[in-house]
Nanobody
């Protein structure tokens, strides 16, 4: 059984940076399609970024496209979300998600695609 554990969240001032990490434990996990989602207080969970099984295709939500970047290291079963120039509106709980299926070079943005979810890591950006 796959378990995903996020880390790296915290309190940061506007304009600052954070790198979120997600480690997979349990079953063989390498080369799963992965994604990050976030949920702000009182809002729906929303897509942030996704990466293909190959690691060569990524997709980042438009509002964070120039500031956030997703990457993966399958040797260490890790997925990362680098976040720069953070804004107060980025405040949310960030979730890592993964799934065993999927095409090699495709990214998946819908949360319903993902079977495995972490517990989330909180990011708070102060103004």
């Amino acid at each position: 059984q796959v378990q995903l554990v996020e880390s790296g969240g915290g309190l940061v001032q506007a304009g600052g940076s954070l790198r979120l990490s997600c480690v997979a434990t349990g079953d063989t996990f390498s080369y799963y399609p992965m994604a990050w989602f976030r949920q702000a207080p009182g809002k729906e969970r929303e897509f942030v970024a996704a990466i293909s099984r190959s690691g060569t295709v990524t997709r980042t939500e438009d509002s964070v496209q120039t500031r956030f970047a997703i990457s993966r290291d399958d040797a260490w079963k890790m997925v990362y979300l680098r976040m720069d120039s953070l804004k107060p509106e980025d405040t949310a709980i960030y979730y890592c998600a993964g799934n065993k299926g999927g095409l090699w070079d495709r990214v998946y943005e819908l949360p319903t695609f993902y079977e495995y979810w972490g517990q989330g890591t909180r990011v708070t950006v102060s103004s």
